[in-house]
């Protein structure tokens, strides 16, 4: 491969650079004007500008594939790689993980592979994958495999984004079109606006009440990338549900109250609180936390005093998890509640659920109850109640002292199910760099050693995509 082809290519496939694009822009048009200028004669800091840039692309099958096309073409620049420390240990990290992966993808079903894998893969992977999903026989299956793409809609390129959005509106089965155009509601942003609208028709379009806001529910994520009247088309209809699949509805559409005139967050509000069915409200409150921030004191107060106030543990456990998302909006007494709730709860599997939650809002807690958080995790007997309330406090590892993280990755190490070592696995990536060194490798290492594929795949998304986002932001800073 010619040295400074790959270069140019690597570099023209970067998005994003800690120097300059003005700088960045030169130094490639210099290599396409002069083909046989020699790279040592470009300044060092515009080899290292388009190095960087190719680390720190949003998918981590990118920032693998070039850096290693970049090492491969020629001595100085494989130099120019090893001799910036943050790189080179990005690509360490990165290559074992991604070339694992690689090697169990056939194993998996096509419809197992998800978003977080999909940034994983190179180009001709991601082609391979769409062209799987629109190859499938089975409805369902391609409901499902569709849907799990969705949050990673970003990495695909125009034309395989357009495939997928036809596919699903082009499933016949209500059920299943409602739940591939909820996953698609996760990547909304990365849609063309008639793409956008396409969806929030054949949304408002299902027959099927339950379906209708299933699909209205899964938009919600991405309420922010519509225009106005869709908005207002989505609530209107949300609110004309009947009451069970009102509550679904109202729930999906909390992660976007920002984005909704202050008349409709009041009407989803009130009709939150005005559902007949306790599990119902829980359900909406705890979809209605992912917004806290947009609402007025006084509805966060009385979502906090409802949800307090539900009798039954699973109910008051499903509301406080949900209004976890939105604690950093909540006052110090209405934070300590919460916590001091979900820890009074009896029964292990609604303990896990609220305190799940709360992991979401981890770093807005005081050291004391994030301690209390911590301990009440590492007590609970259940591998999957105790997996999954040390996924979700991954997050926030960053605010939690070294101690306790070094707890909670023991405590993933001794998990006996694979299934359950995954989920953790993955979880805790989310705060990875926070870890030290020999934590990390640990985390590795036992994600590497599962046997079962799937598992092993999910583990390793995990860490790839929670190394690769801490990554990225360092190279922007």
Not at 126 to 152: C, E, F, H
Not at 251 to 272: D, H, K, R
Request: net charge neutral; hydrophobic share 50%; proline share 3%.
């Amino acid at each position: 491969m010619d040295a400074n082809g790959a270069l140019i290519r690597a570099g023209k496939s970067s998005q994003k650079t800690s120097l300059s694009q003005v700088a960045l822009k030169a130094a490639l048009d210099r290599s396409d004007t002069s083909p046989k200028t020699g790279l040592r004669d470009l300044p060092v800091e515009l080899v290292q500008a388009i190095i960087r840039g190719v680390a720190a692309s949003d998918s981590a099958g990118d920032a693998a594939g070039g850096l290693r096309a970049i090492m491969l073409s020629n001595k100085f620049l494989k130099g120019a790689v090893l001799g910036e420390q943050s790189v080179k240990e990005h690509y360490e990290f990165l290559q074992p993980l991604i070339g694992a992966f690689n090697a169990l993808k056939p194993q998996l079903a096509i419809h197992q592979i998800n978003s977080q894998m999909l940034v994983l893969m190179g180009p001709k992977q991601r082609q391979g994958q769409v062209t799987a999903i629109l190859d499938l026989p089975n409805s369902w299956d391609k409901a499902l495999a569709i849907a799990g793409l969705g949050a990673g809609l970003a990495a695909l390129e125009g034309s395989q984004k357009q495939a997928l959005v036809t596919a699903a509106l082009g499933l016949v089965n209500g059920l299943h079109k409602a739940h591939a155009i909820a996953g698609l509601g996760a990547g909304l942003t990365a849609l063309e606006r008639p793409q956008r609208q396409a969806l929030v028709t054949a949304a408002l379009g299902l027959a099927d009440g339950w379906h209708k806001a299933q699909a209205i529910a899964g938009l919600g994520a991405g309420l922010t990338a519509l225009e106005e009247p869709q908005r207002e088309a989505l609530v209107t209809a949300a609110l004309g549900l009947d009451k069970g699949p009102k509550g679904l509805a109202i729930a999906g559409l909390g992660a976007g109250l920002g984005a909704i005139e202050l008349p409709q967050q009041e009407a989803l509000v009130t009709a939150a609180f005005g559902l007949p069915d306790s599990w119902e409200k829980a359900q909406a409150i705890a979809g209605l936390g992912a917004g806290l921030t947009a609402l007025e004191e006084s509805q966060q107060e009385a979502l906090v005093t409802t949800a307090l106030g539900l009798a039954a543990g699973f109910q008051k456990a499903r509301a406080i998890a949900g209004l976890g998302a939105g604690l950093e909006a909540l006052e110090r007494r209405q934070q300590e509640a919460l916590v001091t709730a979900a820890l009074g709860l009896d029964i292990d599997w609604d303990k896990a659920q609220a305190i799940a939650g709360l992991g979401a809002g981890l770093t807005a807690l005081e050291q004391p109850k994030q301690q209390e958080l911590v301990t009440a995790a590492l007590g609970l007997a259940g591998g999957w109640d105790k997996a999954q309330v040390i996924a979700s406090l991954g997050a926030g590892l960053t605010a939690l002292e070294r101690s306790q993280q070094e707890a909670l990755v023991t405590a993933v190490l001794s998990l006996t199910y694979e299934k359950d070592k995954a989920l953790a696995i993955a979880g805790l990536s989310a705060g990875l760099t926070a870890l030290e060194r020999p934590q990390q490798q640990a985390l590795v290492m036992a994600a590497l050693g599962l046997a079962d594929d799937r598992y092993k795949a999910e583990a390793i998304a995990g860490l790839v995509n929670g190394f690769q986002a801490s990554r990225v932001r360092g190279y922007l800073r």
